[in-house]
């Protein structure tokens, strides 16, 4: 099974409207659809992309964290090698949350695995802004 973006998914139009409404500086009613959508969410990649922006509006470091490992975990679920596109960018914000703890140890990890998936990036600007990212974390936790 392969895992495309449907723009007729009911998750993915909840998260493309918060994402709208983030852009509107909505940010309190961005969260509310973010978290209808994990609510509603019945399968592991709609519970990923969902997890994603629910730990995007976490008040605190330890609710991001916990999000974005629930978004990490639940991708890593998913057997579609097209998924591990987005794990060097799961795991830069795990291990993110990880340093911002003062948990250095917990953070090198999380770096160093998403680097094993770097291959997975494009060759663009997003995909070096993680390699990047990745690199630096671990430079900084060193």
């Not at 978290?35 to 330890?62: G, L, M, P």
């Not at 990890?109 to 990212?133: A, T, V």
Request: glycine letters at 10%.
């Amino acid at each position: 099974m392969s895992m495309q973006f449907d723009p007729e998914n009911n998750i993915v139009k909840l998260c493309a409207k918060g994402m709208e409404l983030e852009g509107e500086g909505k940010p309190m009613e961005a969260f509310e659809l973010f978290q209808r959508a994990w609510n509603e969410a019945s399968n592991d990649f709609e519970k990923f992309t969902s997890a994603h922006y629910v730990a995007r509006h976490q008040e605190n470091v330890s609710g991001k964290l916990a999000w974005d490992q629930i978004a990490l975990d639940v991708a890593l679920n998913l057997t579609d090698d097209s998924m591990k596109g987005v794990y060097p960018s799961l795991f830069l914000n795990v291990g993110k949350c990880h340093e911002d703890l003062g948990d250095f140890g917990e953070a090198h990890e999380n770096y160093r695995q998403g680097l094993s998936f770097i291959s997975f990036l494009p060759d663009d600007g997003y995909g070096k802004l993680i390699h990047n990212g990745l690199l630096n974390g671990i430079e900084r936790v060193k």
